[in-house]
DNA sequence: GGAGGATATGCTCACACAGAGTATAAGTGC
DNA sequence: GCACTTATACTCTGTGTGAGCATATCCTCC
């Protein structure tokens, strides 16, 4: 299968087996922008296309478009260019997060995903396509755990796997209880706010996410590994709004916005990724109320200035900054030379553990 | 540029512009398969056909292979299948690594490559394009340190950093030499065993790699991030054999497997992925063994047992090992549970501390 | 202008765990 | 029997995390 030669063949090796049978797919270019404004976690959507999805308007859905082939030579400089030319926004961080290439994922034939996850400080963006910040947990409101656990997991999830669990042959019931415990923290097992996609995914297995109608006609959006649908759509719940747990987007893209929120929750801990949303000054206070808004958990707050003066990560202006109420709180400025002087300068949030 | 539509843009977003502009390319799967033998990790190679890189016989290359649209319908699944069909291996976890399509990175159009990180047992493998397991150590002698720091460091990696050092411009002298530290640990930073692909990328920068030469002339197979070749070539080395440091592979498929060793060496720390290579019951001598393999690096031995226990990862089968000379060892057995019970059962080696 | 509230900042304690060392057990080969 | 090798158990110590208490400095309101 070296099929990186012009005349190769169909398989592992070089078979002489005549020309090579090239698979060819239409490449596009997704970046989840993710941006903080106050409190809020926000990430950016467009409206998709009216006849798009069957819905009115144009759905909401991910930014996304084409590489030229002749302006970018790497992938990531046509994200940059599509988040320049298109958006006009400064994005401050750029990775790669995963490649969607599931066969419905699209419902014009197989369209690969290349997914970046995007940084930006929080600005207004104005352009075509009515670009809009929208706060990441209208998305996934499960996730936000700020305001202590969320209702809608009591009142609506934990029901829907327990008839999961209920209905399961015998054989797949431990499996299932200990993805379930694990996934959403209801056992012993606590709550890890990095599960994110797990947990979407999950959802969508259950049926509970509007996604998961669409998915299962056009066979899976479904889990990521292709391990099949193994729940089974349970339909007709006590659901939010219109037929699904928070605000879905067009396709698989709520699954992209997933595996964003999971990557940057993840990162929060060995890289000091938060810096890219925030301004060059900022408070203590501010940049705790930040990481706590991705984490969607509230952190200690000595500790947390523990870590951050330990780190190394941060230093003092100078200035104070005056709010409403209260003693001024010092600004501090992000030592962006850390980056070189440790290998994982990030705020070591092990358990994001908070009070 | 929610170019999800059928009739889109060009751009970010709806603007009738008329019809889609898409961009196809050609997408290739390229599986990275890992596994042991004794104490020596080992990567599956292939022979690409002779004529590819001006190389006789063939030069050596990843397996890889075109998805089958009517048969995957994932990417995962793509992959399973082809390893499967072509080198009839049984591959014991699959996971994507990373998606590589910089312009050049192929001689003939741009084609990507989504590549996976897989694990196998050690087996014989047999099939057309005479596929050959090869340590991970031949292509970058520098990553294994179990025998002490490798003498090609000091003899041909730090005298070259130097050069790149001195002929730097005052400007990023900082940024360079602080960047060099990290990466190969030569200041007060220590050497970071993850950071392999850093390495590997900064070799290719400083032309000490064979690679460099194609890729020089095709912009750059060069580093990740598409910042651009700011090294320079310093060809004409002490290098060994033929032209640079360890054996190279076709393209860009050395900087793949790069990848692939940085990802397996980091999740080894939080994910129990060992033991995919590992037979049904072992010793947990052999454990040790493997993973110093993969981490090239000695661990302190007691503390490696201690980790194993706490981590509640293996439960022993009552069965003893005898090996020659020394006192039997007991025989393990993965817990496969635990994969369900903790968030990140792995073997905590966060610095992969040696003695 | 003093009280009370609010926020910022500093310090301490307990505990878990990683790093390193020492000691003992159970085989092999001679 | 002995020397040698490998496996396994236990101890000690420093670091860093989780949690709580205490103090400082501003505001607003009376």
Redesign the pocket.
């Known amino acids: 299968m070296p099929a990186t030669g012009r005349t190769g063949s169909t398989g592992s090796t070089g078979r002489p087996a005549g020309p090579v049978t090239r698979f060819s797919a239409t490449v596009e270019l997704v970046p989840v922008i993710i941006s903080v404004d106050q409190t809020t976690p926000k990430l950016l959507t467009v409206r998709s296309p009216a006849h798009i999805a069957g819905q009115g308007r144009g759905a909401a859905a991910l930014p996304s478009g084409y590489l030229d082939d002749a302006l970018d030579r790497t992938l990531e400089q046509g994200v940059r260019r599509l988040v320049a030319n298109e958006l006009g926004l400064p994005v401050r961080y750029f990775e790669q997060l995963y490649t969607f290439g599931n066969r419905d994922r699209a419902p014009d034939g197989r369209a690969l995903a290349v997914a970046y996850l995007a940084l930006a400080r929080y600005q207004p963006v104005h352009g075509p396509g009515e670009p809009e910040w929208r706060s990441c947990y209208d998305l996934f409101p499960w996730e936000d755990w700020r305001g202590g656990r969320p209702r809608l997991i009591d009142d609506v999830v934990v029901p829907a796997l327990e008839r999961w669990l209920a209905t399961s042959p015998a054989g797949v019931l431990p499996t299932r209880t200990e993805r379930a415990e694990l996934t959403f923290g209801t056992g012993q097992a606590r709550w890890d706010p990095v599960r994110a996609l797990d947990r979407y995914e999950l959802l969508y297995e259950l049926g509970l996410v509007a996604e998961a109608a669409a998915g299962g006609k056009r066979e899976a959006g479904g889990p990521r590994q292709g391990a099949g649908v193994t729940g089974g759509a349970l339909a007709g719940d006590g659901l939010e709004g219109l037929g699904g747990l928070g605000v879905p987007l067009v396709f698989d893209h709520r699954r992209i916005a997933a595996a964003a929120l999971e990557r940057l929750r993840g990162k929060l801990a060995y890289r000091p990724v938060v810096f890219e949303v925030l301004p060059e000054t900022f408070?203590?206070?501010t940049l705790q109320q930040v990481v706590e808004a991705f984490a969607g958990q509230h952190l200690?707050?000595?500790?947390f200035?523990?870590?951050v003066?330990?780190a190394n990560l941060v230093e003092p202006t100078g200035e104070?900054h005056?709010?409403?109420?209260?003693?001024?709180?010092?600004l501090y400025r992000f030592r962006r030379e850390v980056l070189r002087e440790r290998p994982a300068p990030g705020l070591?949030?092990?358990?994001l553990?908070?009070?």
Do not use: C, I
């Open positions: 408070t203590l206070s200690h707050k000595q500790n200035r523990r870590l003066a330990t104070a005056v709010r409403t109420g209260g003693r001024p709180a010092e070591g949030l092990r358990r553990g908070g009070p």
